[in-house]
């Protein structure tokens, strides 16, 4: 029997990509779509969450019974317990990776106040004073190193057990501060409600869907208003805070006579010294005695976002995108920290002169070429990574380069500074064009690609039908690269908006899509909703406001929508999470959260329809506050 082989256009909506999983056929080179392929059909029992593996009495997987009644696992759990359970876990681990990497940015920073990463400069210093006075450290006529030092204390402080409420949790309205306090949900530490997750999920503790449930929204909360802030806020004291500025995205970025470099996972640490050690006179020059025109840097998923806000640095491609890149034939090397990396890349990258290059301890891949990142010694090791790179260049075999497409023009780079300065330094003309209906409401379209639905399909449709309706979208993300692609991050781009965004951008010369950074970035988004809320002396769920993530794929994706859920801001995702082998877990997410947080879950994978219920919702709530539909 031969085998059907899906055509390209059915998997991605972009023509760089088709192009690159045709050549990845002719190359050999498996991709993710091949392994999905290979995966379908899944497991029911996992597909509905009602598998358990968190004891040795088990594995245990549980269904209804011939009398209707739900089956039991070995302990007693009954399906509602192990649903929550593992969605509790799912949460655990994505609040994990985003706040491990806000640790991450606290090291640094300590490094740096401690004289020990001469390398890192603190780019931001009235940024770094704003953050610690809001914290309530002292700031008068002090040094920024010991305002540093004391800011080092706080967050640190942050993830430990002490605390009874989390520092930037100031940032959200009170009213909003009493809901969590009296549902208990309130963030005391990072690592402590992460921890106590994996606590209440081992045998014999929470045994009560809801009450698992509630936890959960508290382990979130306490990445969004605490890992993730943690790392947005001290990324840009580091590195500066993101401004608009013009770049490019997809694959055409990768150029065919210049040594290329891409820079993928989510940390600015290692990937700006990768960017500065690429601009060093004397790598240049290596590089052109190689043979090649320059060296170039381009990024992908969130490290893309990263250095694309701050730094202009052009995007190549989004998840799904991340194995074609490689297929190019051009990539010397790939430098990767963590999250989000796939392990096929390993073996994409072995079937070209590609050098897969990993930087973190907490993520090693087989395979490939480790290099122990380390603050001290950053400079140095970037410049080693660079000589690496202009050594493949020389491997390269020009008859399998193939670069499909030619880049699209972007803005990218805003944050609540940055669009505070646009507004002439006040929320208020943001607020006016609310108020008077140009902008009807706000949506963040956030998160990931997955391989279960045609690659950006959704995440493009759904910006483009929200614009249309005056909401103005923001994205981070592999969202980013998907409105770059379709134009929707470019001034241009707000023809497809709707008569007041139109008239909003055209004024200021934005696009109708906004680069808001990566997916710790939605720290920045959540700030502002908090920012807007405390204003017009609201709630945040009284905002015309919500969230999406069409296409996520990730636990970070659901720690995200958890946080966002459980701050007052609805969300839409195209693809239930594993619950809905639990009835009651599922009303909970979609209903319960309403009654608890006025927010909850919307789960609707017909992009048109999702976005006529957000627009319904968007004008009940503008009608709420005494303004036109
Ligand atoms: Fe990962 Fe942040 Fe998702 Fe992209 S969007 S696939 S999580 S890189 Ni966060
Ligand atoms: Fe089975 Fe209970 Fe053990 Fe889970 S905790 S594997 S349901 S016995």
Redesign the pocket.
Known sequence: MTKKITPADKLTIWHDNQKMIEKARRDGVETVWDRFEQQTPGCKFCELGLTCKNCNMGPCRVSLKENGKMQRGVCGADGDVIVARNFGRFVAGGSAGHSDHGRDLIEALEAIVEGEAPDYPITDNGKLYRVAAELGIAVEGREAMDVARELVDACFADFGSRRKELGFVRRVPEVRRKIWRQHKVMPRGVDREIAEMMHRTHMGCDNDAVSTMLHSARTALADGWGGSMIGTELSDIIFGIPTPGPSQVNLGVIKADHVNILVHG?NPVVSEMVLAASRDPEMLAQAKAAGAAGINIGGL??TG?ELLSRKGIPMAG??LATELAIVTGAVEAVVVDY??IMPGMVQAAACYHTKFITTADKARFTGAIHISFDTATAAAQAREIIEMAIAAYGERDQSRVEIPVAPVDIVSGFSNEALLELLGGSLTPLLDAIKDGSIRGVTAI????NPKFQQDSQNVVLAKELIKKDILVLA????TTAAGKAGLLSPEGSEMAGPGLQKICKALNIPPVLHFG??VDNSRIIHLCGMIANALGVDISDLPVWGASPE???E??VA?GVYCVASGIPVQIGTPPQITGSKLVTDIALHGMEELFGAAFLVEPDFVKAAEKMDERISSKRIALGLSA
Request: net charge positive; hydrophobic share 20%.
């Open positions: 989510h998923c969130c976002n989004n998840h999250q989000c956030v998160g990931c690609n981070t993300g592999c969202v990566s997916c996520w794929y990730s970070k994706a995200i």
